[in-house]
């Protein structure tokens, strides 16, 4: 049992998970779930009707700005694979032609409608963002705007999602992994590691915590917990290296050698799936059921076809019993809006300066 801040006695899982949720290489099945013709054609002729009476930008409308009767019942099936299935979902065939930039992301908005709400996924406040490499503009950018590559983990939201608009010319592969998968790894090859994972690890908030909150979390941050029959997981292990630094409490060895099982284990060829993401497609992931990453990437020549990912992150009321250490923020997931301040965090420094703690700079190969 593990002893969480807030007073709460987390059951340990002793045996072996089950579940959808729960999958291998072997028995992911397939995940997409390609739009037809007419629904694709709807989902543009909502969003052009909106931009028609002025609402150019769709930020902010809510689910009923969008009419999407033929659409509605492919996206509840997938709201329902993500949540209570296996976690994760690949629609294809999302409008482009002859639309915007603009325009898709408000087509990626509606259908975030359907999942939940928005949250903030910066200080900026910014509720849907691109995922671009943005190393040449900001100083200390935040992973996602790099073209670094980035180990399975997963971000402070219940949901997140990603359409891509362009692709890379070289790389940029998704991974995606079983947070139960690799829990049962663990408990088969070092049962004795998931103490320490339980107990859980102090974060960095990235220069992005709220007024009077603490540049880290004083409240230890489980890496998996057992509620309600479900396995849920948050990991992010520069953020856990990054909080230790800077509290002045040093990972232990043991510490260490727990997550260095917990990363062997997540790129385990036979724990992952990865696919490279095409024009039109939208991953829509259950940040606490299954863990993602990205292989570095190479751009085409032309910065119009820089690649492009359109993010959401989303959640719901009820969406997952998770213990209020999941949140790293005070007031749950997402980041708090703070016009005028940004990331500061130098993920490059901490590779660098920590390679033992940090895990070092990432490196996935291609099963």
């Known amino acids: 049992m593990a002893q969480l801040e807030s007073g709460i006695v987390m059951p340990e899982a002793t045996t072996e998970l089950r579940g959808p949720a729960t999958w291998v290489r ?27 009476a002025g609402h150019a930008n769709a930020t902010g409308l809510d689910r009923a700005s ?10 509840a099936r997938a709201r329902e694979e993500v949540k209570s299935g296996r976690g994760f979902v690949l629609l294809s065939g999302l ?56 180990r399975l983990h ?21 991974y995606l992994a079983s947070a139960g998968a690799i829990h049962n790894t663990i408990l088969n090859t070092r049962a004795e590691l998931l103490a320490p994972l339980y107990r859980g690890y102090h974060y960095h908030r ?24 479900q396995l849920s997981c948050r990991y992010q292990r520069a953020g856990i290296a990054g909080g230790h630094k800077a509290r002045g409490v040093p990972l232990t060895d043991t510490d260490i050698a727990a997550l260095d099982a917990f990363d062997a284990a997540a790129r385990a060829p036979e724990n992952r799936i990865e696919f490279g993401m095409q024009r039109g497609d939208m991953l829509i992931v259950n940040n606490y ?5 990205r292989t570095g990437f190479t751009q085409f020549p032309e910065p119009e076809r820089a690649r492009r990912l359109v993010r959401l992150w989303l959640d719901e009321a009820g969406f997952r019993d998770v213990p209020p250490e999941f949140n790293l923020m005070r007031d749950g997931n997402g980041v708090p809006p703070q016009p005028g301040r940004e990331c500061t965090y ?13 895990g070092g700079v990432p490196k996935l190969e291609t099963a």
């Open 206 to 229: 990235l220069g992005e915590e709220a007024p009077g909150e603490e540049p880290t979390t004083p409240y230890r941050v489980p890496v998996f917990t057992l509620r309600s029959g």
């Open 26 to 52: 072997a028995t992911v099945g397939d995940p997409s779930l390609p739009l037809t013709p007419a629904m694709r054609a709807e989902l543009a002729a909502a969003v052009r009707k909106l931009a028609a």
């Open 289 to 293: 059921a299954v863990l993602h990453a």
């Open 154 to 174: 997963s971000d402070i939201t219940a949901m997140i999602a990603l359409a891509c608009w362009q692709p890379a010319a070289t790389g940029g592969l998704s």
């Open 346 to 358: 130098d993920f490059k420094a901490l590779y660098a300066d920590d390679p033992r703690a940090s």
């Open 66 to 75: 969008f009419a999407l009767p033929m659409l509605d019942p492919l996206l």
């Open 95 to 150: 409008p482009l032609e002859d639309l915007s930039l603009e325009e898709f992301t408000a087509c990626v908005w509606a259908i975030g409608t359907r999942f939940g709400h928005a949250l903030s996924q910066n200080a900026q406040g910014q509720l849907i963002t691109s995922v671009i490499d943005a190393s040449g503009e900001d100083a200390t950018p935040r992973m996602y705007r790099s073209n670094l590559e980035l």
